[in-house]
């Protein structure tokens, strides 16, 4: 999944459009506490755990059968949804590319002091 900064690059962000954007953003995490992401972070968690609990509650009241047809439902479900992302990994990481070079060829401005 692209991050905020990679998604512009994927909708087609130039290079100074991209650097802006890490500049603001940046900016704007110098202000979010370690505190706060953590709590964040376990409030995914949480949901998480109860969806799996629930999953377990339904598989276990299942036929072995229903079980299995369940799980081979899934498993096309998700080797389906892999695929279509790998697709995208590669359209992704040849747009992310293009971007690391104009990053790795960008020479900043000098700065003089006129005396």
């Not at 799996?52 to 081979?72: D, E, H, P, T, Y």
């Not at 995208?88 to 020479?107: D, N």
Request: glycine content about 2%.
């Amino acid at each position: 999944m692209p991050t905020d900064w990679t998604q512009k690059i994927l909708d087609g962000a130039t290079f100074k459009e991209f650097a802006l954007t890490v500049l603001e953003a940046t900016s704007k995490h110098d202000g979010v506490s370690w505190d706060d992401i953590t709590a964040q972070s376990i409030k995914i968690h949480q949901v998480e755990i109860e969806k799996a609990q629930k999953r377990i509650k339904q598989v276990s009241k299942m036929s072995n059968k229903a079980a299995f047809n369940a799980a081979a439902r899934d498993y096309r479900e998700k080797l389906k949804v892999t695929q279509e992302s790998l697709q995208k990994t590669a359209e992704h990481g040849f747009k992310l590319s293009k971007m690391l070079l104009h990053v790795a060829a960008y020479q900043p401005p000098c700065r003089r002091r006129s005396f």
